[in-house]
């Protein structure tokens, strides 16, 4: 049965907490595309495909072909930022993209102008920021509610959706005030300090029933409070983390490695980051917040649990160094101890140097379309199958998460196929093989 989904008409704003490397290198690359200087590489919203049926019936069509998506030249950007600077400037002080191109978008990057945002320097203290609002937690959840409503009415949008892209918050655990709504918004009113600049945002976004999907490590939208928000107002949220350089590499390696029975006596991670994300992070507490997302990949791959004889005595550790001479061009370096038949051992090294915002563009533009998607299906809640995109996916209570990332990716496809009322595909083949089973 196909799931009855509203037509991806008219303007998609997309709204970012955070205009830095990774918001400017979206909207810089997005405006690129519609002008056809460049191609979308890394989205699978623009160039991945999806098998359909048996594979006899090849039908294989991109899937922004397959399921109704926001058109690329329908959607419009926006965002807040703790700089005043338009998205042209803070493009070029993030030095990710060559002058040529930035100039090529030059009239659409100055266009867009940051509002000022809602910061609390005690979140993250490597930040000064001077473009900020004043108020109580709820008067700046109030401020950012009219923002989203202003921006809607003066670009005439019919929809928005809101994508956090600024820096990781210190590290904070879920306390009182978020376990339910009620006192996250007496929360608001007391001006709470445990309340996270991220929550004013998510809540703000959530009271008007856009979609929220969380790009950091932060807890933002992964509260009691929140999830009962975000199913009151039927609206889909997901988070979070953008899954971009080292953990991608666990994510497609630990699983290739755990399918074979491999064990693991070790894994040693590190990092060298330039931009304003590794200068946040060089804060002990920042760090820690980041930490534990990158530490749990692991543990839900290999299963330590289960595998005890595999991988019951592994070892990992996870370092970030903020390297500036760097910039945006992160390089990481794992080296991984394994071992294999009758215990003997071997070793797997990495050296990754990869574009941190490169790959972060696209994982955002991503999630913001298929959060838009959602919406129009009808979806509201936490969004699971979007966890293809996640570093430290959110699931409903109780549940552990998949990070494994092709059955991730199964899942994301599984769930456009049920959407549009197509076959779910388990891989199985058993029909093509008349003979499989042997009779008598």
């Not at 009239?107 to 993250?124: G, H, Q, T």
């Not at 990092?271 to 930490?291: C, H, M, Q, S």
Request: charged share 25%; proline share 4%; hydrophobic share 40%.
């Amino acid at each position: 049965m196909k799931i009855n989904i509203t037509p991806a008409k008219g303007k998609l704003g997309i709204l970012i907490p955070g205009l830095g490397a990774v918001a400017t290198t979206l909207i810089a690359g997005v405006e690129a595309v519609k002008k056809g200087i460049s191609q979308p590489i890394g989205s699978l919203t623009q160039m991945g495909h999806i098998r359909l049926g048996k594979r006899t019936e090849n039908r294989n069509p991109k899937i922004k072909e397959f399921v109704p998506l926001a058109d690329l030249n329908d959607i419009v950007f926006g965002g807040w930022d703790v700089y005043e600077d338009n998205v042209f400037e803070a493009a070029s002080n993030a030095q990710v993209l060559e002058a040529g191109l930035l100039h090529s978008v030059k009239a659409e990057l100055e266009a867009i102008k940051p509002m000022k945002a809602a910061f609390d320097k005690n979140y993250a203290k490597n930040l000064d920021g001077t473009h900020v609002k004043t108020g109580t937690r709820l008067e700046l959840a109030e401020q950012v509610m009219e923002d989203i409503k202003n921006f809607k009415e003066a670009n005439g949008l019919d929809r928005v959706v809101l994508v956090w892209c600024g820096s990781t918050e210190i590290y904070y655990e879920a306390s009182a005030v978020h376990q339910s709504l009620a006192a996250f918004e007496e929360g608001l009113k007391n001006d709470d300090k445990l309340i996270a600049p991220s929550m004013i945002y998510a809540y703000a976004a959530l009271k008007l029933g856009v979609p929220f999907a969380n790009g950091a490590p932060n807890l933002t939208v992964d509260i009691p409070a929140l999830i009962e928000l975000a199913k009151l107002t039927k609206t889909p949220i997901a988070g979070k983390d953008f899954k971009t350089g080292q953990t991608l590499m666990k994510t497609v390696l630990a699983p290739g490695l755990a399918a074979r029975s491999l064990g693991v006596h070790g894994w040693f991670s590190t990092n060298i980051l330039g931009n304003r994300d590794g200068w946040v992070l060089d804060d002990p507490d920042n760090f820690k917040t980041k930490e534990v997302s990158k530490l749990g990949v692991l543990e839900d791959i290999f299963k330590p649990e289960d595998n005890q004889e595999l991988y019951g005595n592994i070892y990992h550790k996870i370092r970030i160094n903020y390297y500036p001479p760097h910039g945006d061009n992160k390089e990481s370096w794992d080296n991984i101890d394994i071992f294999g038949w009758l215990g003997y051992k071997m070793q797997i090294k990495i050296n990754f140097l990869c574009r941190d915002s490169i790959l972060a563009a696209p994982i955002a533009l991503d999630l913001a379309i298929f959060c838009d998607l959602a919406k129009r299906a009808g979806m509201s809640g936490i969004q699971e199958w979007l966890s293809f995109y996640l570093k430290s996916p959110q699931t409903a209570p109780g549940l552990h998460a998949e990070n494994d990332i092709f059955k991730q990716l199964i899942k994301l496809e599984n769930t456009l196929r049920y959407l549009m009322g197509e076959d779910l595909i388990t891989h199985l083949g058993l029909d093509y093989y008349d003979d499989m089973f042997a009779t008598e």
